[in-house]
């Protein structure tokens, strides 16, 4: 179905849905599937695209967290092991196998990080990807030819899984409608209704026309990420602030700063943070910070300092020194993470989610991370049910097939991350040969991607495709602003638009892309 397809069910004055979702990252998108996959008549609304925020700005790592380990938070490590596991089965096509590589410079580092690598495996038990074992120092230079070979003793290698983010959150939203519910984007929540004080709706504005809705709900789930004391305030105008926002920021390099197949994880620099070298289509992404920001918005900016440390650290573990001049995309997201009592910083502050209900009946969802994002969409949706008084349902999402859905080997393949939907971009590349055509020489993507996008993911802007529905942006933000017209020209045919609306989103996603660039 298409969008307006979608907003027919809006202008129907007597609808009422069973859940109303606010929210189309991670938290939003699991918690919808999670409440259509129980029968109830489920609404989602993103006031962005899917994934615009956070959920489409991290390391793209599904794991346990060995850091949360080191921090003695053994309960969630345990519950991020589960739901790796979990996804592992449900969305083959997106989720696969890495193994990082631990390299050790001081005698301590071997039986410490050892003996923390084989706790990890005994907590993932039967859900794990293969034991952690100690390397020798050829071994290791084996497996990332560019480590630092100065003073290097050898290597831990363990594994976790890695995946694309936006992928699965586009996965999410189409599973969402496979099981009959709605998901909207560009539909910003501008209100809640309520009824002797009890919430029973939100109002909300489509961003495209401008046209306002009253929609109403027998309860509102608020899973809006870094945006959740906004909502929360539009219940109570004095709610204080639940979360706090923690900024991480990526570098993209060229995949000549770390050949091969294997990631570098540096689980303690001299500041306390984890580093992260990762193989990620066909590029390297260099991670992360943790910068506690005041200011929230939808496109952070990264700060001097944050590439600077990180540009640094990469330069400490690879022979090849990245400089300024070698970033292909510099991106920022932020992290909400639930405010703890005294000061602290913010990588120090929990991972875990936080589930609140008001007086009014506002269920708010918040913290946590992707790996988890299942659990917390069953949590948020437990309490949903209680609140509303809706018919109690077991959840069926531990074993839900995600839209896409196909068992694939490691060898991957055109249009592999699309799994089962790979054949449609097939037979659209057989249609028109145009469309078979490369976006950039630079860029990995084909034109059928893009009427892909528009005519099966709800693409809307430029931004959208470039961005999202493919990861252009990120591999190689240049490229991708060079290949802006292209796909202009073939979403306005799509999509019915003219050339002033063309040149409207070339100047508008080259501006948004300027800011990726160094």
Request: charged share 25%.
């Amino acid at each position: 179905m298409t969008r307006e397809d979608f907003l027919h069910y809006l202008e129907e004055p007597a609808e009422t849905w069973d859940v109303i979702v606010i929210g189309g990252g991670a938290t939003g998108l699991g918690t919808a599937v999670e409440s259509a996959g129980r029968e109830y008549r489920t609404l989602l609304l993103e006031q962005a695209d899917f994934a615009k925020g956070t959920s489409g700005r991290s390391t793209k790592l599904i794991h346990g967290g060995v850091r949360y380990l080191r921090q003695g938070n053994i309960a969630l490590v345990l519950e991020a092991l589960r739901e790796r596991g979990l996804l592992f089965r449900n969305a083959p096509h997106l989720v696969r196998n890495l193994s990082f590589v631990v390299p050790l410079y001081d005698w301590w580092e071997g039986p410490f990080y050892g003996i923390g690598l084989k706790l990890y495996d005994m907590l993932a038990g039967k859900l794990g990807l293969g034991p952690s074992m100690r390397l020798t120092r050829e071994e290791t230079i084996r497996l990332l030819p560019t480590v630092e070979p100065s003073g290097l003793r050898g290597g831990v290698i363990y594994h976790d899984g890695q995946f694309d983010d936006v992928r699965l959150a586009v996965n999410l939203a189409q599973t969402l409608a496979d099981l009959g519910g709605v998901p909207l984007n560009y539909m910003e929540v501008t209100g809640l209704l309520k009824n002797n004080g009890l919430v029973e709706g939100v109002t909300a504005r489509d961003r495209e026309t401008g046209r306002d809705y009253e929609i109403r709900g027998r309860v509102v789930v608020n899973a809006t990420g870094v945006f959740t004391d906004t909502i929360r305030r539009l219940d109570d105008p004095s709610a204080e602030n639940l979360v706090t926002a923690s900024q991480g920021v990526h570098l993209v390099l060229d995949r000549s700063f770390l050949p091969g197949d294997s990631a570098i994880m540096v689980p303690h620099t001299e500041d306390g943070r984890v580093l992260f070298a990762v193989p990620w289509h066909d590029r390297v992404l260099i991670g992360t910070t943790d910068t506690r920001v005041e200011e929230i918005c939808e496109e952070p900016r990264p700060l001097p300092e944050e590439v600077d440390f990180l540009l640094k650290h990469a330069a400490r573990y690879l022979t090849k020194h990245p400089t300024a001049s070698d970033v292909l995309c510099v991106f920022a997201g932020l992290r909400p993470l639930v405010r703890q009592e005294g000061e602290m910083e913010t990588a120090s502050l929990s991972r875990d989610h936080t589930l609140c209900i008001t007086d009014s009946g506002l269920v708010t969802i918040t913290g946590g991370k992707w790996t988890t994002y299942r659990k917390m969409g069953e949590d948020a949706v437990d309490a949903a049910a209680a609140v509303a008084g809706l018919e109690d349902c077991r959840s069926m999402t531990r074993h839900l097939r995600i839209h896409g859905w196909q068992e694939t080997s490691s060898g991957g393949g055109l249009w592999c991350d699309y799994g089962a939907d790979a054949e449609g971009l097939a037979r659209l590349a057989a249609e028109n040969p145009a469309w078979g055509e490369s976006l950039h020489p630079r860029l990995p993507y084909r034109a059928c991607e893009v009427i892909w996008g528009v005519r099966t993911e709800w693409a809307r802007s430029v931004e959208d495709i470039l961005a999202r529905r493919t990861r252009a942006l990120y591999l190689d933000a240049r490229a991708s602003m060079e290949a802006a017209p292209l796909v202009a020209s073939l979403m306005a045919k799509e999509l019915g638009r003219d050339e002033e609306w063309e040149h409207r989103q070339v100047e508008a996603y080259c501006r948004l892309a300027a800011g990726y660039v160094l």
